[in-house]
């Protein structure tokens, strides 16, 4: 124990070496510029969702002259409706998210694990199904969807962001059940347990962390989700925040209310950000794990 | 423990009844009504697993499918009770799965 | 016994009233479900079936829509509640029933269902219809096929006839090549100077991908609104403070390059990744070596890791193929009212002849299907052309 501390104790008190750190300063400098660029922007977002249109357009929103306008986020999630457009993606995505491992879980289970006919037919089908664009499939789905009128128009894009999400959450479980040992089903069936009910009580818990995972991509996929809601959730009532955003956007020529514009920015780029900072190492291993866009 | 689960499940549901008539809204009326079954049977039969899990996803369904309709302040109240169901059932099922020991559990 | 009947009967009688009072609709669906499930249940006796009844039964309290047909409803979910304790029961008293193969063959089923479901109800049949579709002529996108009439290559001369369509062609493959040489340029850059033993590399590589997972809805509104604004934004700002002139950004000529540029930024992060991830993987022992040899940063990026990196090359054209040619929701940001030529792209062009937004302009779903179709034919192109060109041949060290 103390051999190991010794070894590691000179490398936290190392100096930092000039010279190397010198021959890197050209990418230093890139990587700032990039930086300093976004949080510059970021900040001054932040900055003019707290200002007045007057304040905006002069263009000093770091001087809060008027003082901070917190109204601006009032006006934004009751007038401006952001609070059901926020719902909204909120439902969509919490219950997109469990359907989604429902139905992808036990399918990736099964297919990682039992040889049967169509296992490979199945396999290949979910990749290719993954990288077909959704432009493919609207028109039909579109078709499908109108002679549905009297079903629940969130209940069918809820359905929709399920499906939508399968065939990738799917793919990414696959590797994750291949890698448990085969010894936990052995053990449970000498035990007695159904394989329905070994894969609930055991498989299903072991692989926590990919579920975590890949319920933070279909989290982000369906919170950022735009085209498939332009075309199945337009309407005020339904729509999620990134076509809310669109038709707060949109407005703005007649109210002219840019504090509220941007304490509505902020409001939907908050919950993604947040979650961004305290997963970002999670989500860049899956992002460079899983070798497939999330 | 099961004793709390049974009381914070029968609150969530028939909370969600006593909601359903302000104002009488019809399919909420029958949910909670099926709600409030599947509770008492869950009660009268604490060895039977499945029953808790018809009570949760059924308690699950009610709130996807209110939901869906509702916009106001009904979505939160949903919300509490189905959680309330939610949570007592699963504290049910803590308790029965000793209760199941000593019985003999079914796989 | 008489369980069992009493909830086949239920929602077959709930169904039958539903039909009469309110004619035959989709709300029918979920009653017709628990019905079949119901039997199954009772000639299976099984446990599984039973509880999936209840909630199928549950689901058609929600739909049937007329009072009696859904206390009906109520009704036979509590009785398949009573079906699924029988069903145990019988197991029970009953266990040489239970098979453990026909337990895995009911699991691999009852597992891969929905799945399967899934990809013939959201991809393979879509797909089809789509590619039929693009050969015919209909009123609208809901007609039935047996309204379409057989026009042949009719709608693929229609669109390419069409000057729009031909514009958003031309934008795709400026985007696909100025933007996909910048933007893999700066990939690669930032990827070499991040593997290159910089400080703070993770807080960098997690800045730099952030734009990736906010809404990018948010983020094309941030730059439109701010960073473009000819009053008080942030690049004529900077202009100003050089004493230049300010640009009009979003002027017509401009608008097509600030779009290409706010995409840039929103993308760059994520083929950083991909390449660093590939970088990453070569070993570390041949820079050392070069390191000794005498080589300079510069020349090991372009001696060792670019011929390296050809695999992970091709997997990021492949991506940046796919998310051109289904580019639209920064050409949606740049031009949000009406569609206008200077950023059109193939899909704006799709929903804009799917979806007309004006009254006077009549739907064509058969070209918009046809348009879907140029694009995925496009995407599976410039794949296989991939795949010829950048043989795999990542040397395996």
New interface residues.
């Given amino acids: 124990m103390a051999f190991g501390n010794k070894e590691k104790l000179p490398r936290v008190h190392q100096k930092i070496n000039w010279k190397?750190?010198a021959?890197?300063l050209p990418?230093?400098i890139?990587?700032l510029v990039?930086?300093i660029f976004?949080a510059?922007?970021?900040l001054?977002?932040l900055a003019?969702s707290f200002s007045t249109t007057p304040e905006?357009?002069?263009?000093n929103v770091f001087k809060f002259e008027t003082g901070v306008h917190f109204e601006n986020y009032a006006v934004a999630w009751s007038q401006q409706n952001v609070a059901?457009y926020f719902?909204n993606s909120l439902?969509y995505s919490i219950?997109g998210c469990?359907f989604t491992i429902l139905?992808?879980a036990?399918?990736s289970?099964?297919?990682s694990r039992?040889k049967?006919i169509c296992n490979k037919i199945?396999k290949n089908?979910?990749i290719?199904?993954m990288?077909?664009?959704?432009?493919?499939?609207?028109?039909?789905?579109?078709?499908i969807t109108?002679?549905?009128r009297?079903?629940?128009d969130?209940?069918i894009f809820?359905i929709?962001m399920i499906?939508?999400r399968?065939?990738y959450t799917?793919v990414f479980l696959l590797n994750f059940f291949q890698t448990l040992s085969r010894s936990y089903e052995e053990a449970a069936?000498i035990?007695?347990?159904?394989?329905?009910?070994t894969?609930w009580r055991i498989m299903f818990p072991l692989v926590q962390p990919a579920l975590v995972t890949v319920t933070i991509f279909n989290f982000?996929g369906i919170?950022?989700e735009?085209?498939m809601a332009?075309?199945f959730a337009s309407s005020q009532?339904i729509a999620p925040?990134?076509?809310g955003?669109?038709q707060i956007?949109?407005s703005m020529k007649y109210t002219g209310q840019?504090g509220a514009?941007?304490a509505a920015?902020i409001i939907?780029?908050l919950p993604?950000?947040l979650?961004?900072i305290f997963l970002?190492?999670k989500?860049?291993a899956g992002?460079?794990g899983g070798?497939v866009?999330g | 423990m099961g004793i709390a689960g049974f009381i914070a499940a029968l609150a969530g549901s028939v909370l969600s009844l006593i909601i359903s008539f302000i104002p009488v809204q019809f399919t909420n009326i029958l949910l909670a009504l099926f709600l409030v079954f599947l509770t008492v049977m869950c009660r009268m039969m604490p060895h039977r697993a499945s029953i808790k899990g018809c009570l949760i996803g059924c308690a699950i369904l009610t709130l996807v499918f209110r939901f869906m309709y509702m916009t106001t302040i009904g979505i939160i109240l949903y919300g509490i009770c189905m959680v309330a169901v939610i949570a007592g059932a699963v504290l049910m099922n803590n308790d029965s799965g000793s209760y199941a020991t000593v019985g003999g559990e079914k796989a | 016994m008489i369980i069992g009947i009493v909830s086949i009967v239920l929602p077959v009688l709930a169904l039958i009233l539903q039909c009469v009072f309110a004619g035959f609709s989709i709300l029918c669906i979920p009653s017709i479900v628990t019905a079949v499930f119901a039997a199954l249940a009772f000639w299976k006796k099984g446990p599984v079936l039973a509880l999936v009844t209840v909630f199928m039964a549950f689901i058609q309290i929600c739909t049937l829509n007329i009072q009696l047909t859904a206390i009906l409803g109520l009704l036979s979910a509590v009785a398949s509640v009573f079906l699924m304790i029988d069903c145990e029961k019988f197991r029970e008293a009953h266990p040489e029933l239970v098979d453990p193969k026909a337990a895995t063959k009911q699991m691999i089923i009852g597992f891969m269902l929905p799945c399967i479901i899934t990809l013939l109800v959201m991809y393979a049949y879509p797909v089809i219809r789509t590619f039929l579709m693009s050969f015919f002529d209909m009123q609208n996108i809901t007609a039935p096929i047996a309204e379409w009439s057989f026009v042949g290559l009719g709608k693929y001369s229609k669109i390419f006839a069409s000057q729009s369509f031909l514009r958003s062609l031309r934008n795709m493959i400026m985007i696909w090549v100025v933007g996909g040489v910048i933007t893999l340029a700066l990939a690669l850059l930032f990827a070499i100077i991040l593997t290159s033993g910089i400080r703070f590399k993770k807080f960098f590589r997690a800045a730099i991908y952030m734009p990736n997972v906010i809404s990018a809805v948010a983020l094309a509104t941030m730059w439109i609104q701010y960073i473009f604004n000819q009053q008080y934004g942030m690049l004529n700002s900077i202009i100003a403070f050089f004493n230049g002139a300010p640009i009009n950004w979003l002027s017509t000529d401009m608008k097509f390059w600030a779009m290409l540029g706010s995409f840039i930024f929103g993308a760059v992060g994520y083929y950083m990744l991909i390449f660093i991830s590939g970088i990453e993987k070569i070993p570390a022992d041949l820079y050392e070596a070069a390191t000794i040899d005498g080589a300079s940063k510069v020349q090991q990026a372009f001696k060792i890791t670019f011929p390296l990196l050809k695999g992970v090359t091709k997997t990021n054209l492949t991506f940046w193929t796919i998310n051109t040619a289904t580019f639209y929701l920064w050409s949606k940001m740049f031009s949000p009212v009406d569609t206008e030529a200077s950023v059109i792209v193939p899909v704006m062009y799709l929903y804009d002849t799917a979806f007309p937004s004006k009254g006077n302009i009549q739907a064509d779903a058969g070209a918009a299907a046809a348009v879907g179709i140029v694009l995925a034919v496009i995407i599976l192109a410039v794949y296989l052309i991939m795949n010829k060109v950048i043989k795999d041949d990542d040397i395996e060290l």
């Fill in positions: 190397k750190e021959t890197m990418g230093y890139i990587i990039w930086l976004t510059a922007f970021l001054w977002i003019a905006i357009m002069q263009g059901r719902g439902l219950v469990v139905i992808s036990p399918a289970y099964v297919l039992y049967f199945v089908s979910l290719i199904a990288s077909v664009p959704a432009v493919m499939i609207v028109l039909p789905i579109y078709a109108a002679s549905w009297n079903a629940p969130r209940l809820t929709l499906f939508f399968v065939p799917t069936a035990d007695g347990c159904s394989p329905a009910g894969f982000l919170w950022n735009f085209f332009l075309i009532e925040v990134g076509v955003l669109l956007v949109n840019y514009l941007f920015v939907v780029f993604t950000f979650l961004y970002s190492e989500i860049i992002v460079t070798g866009k």
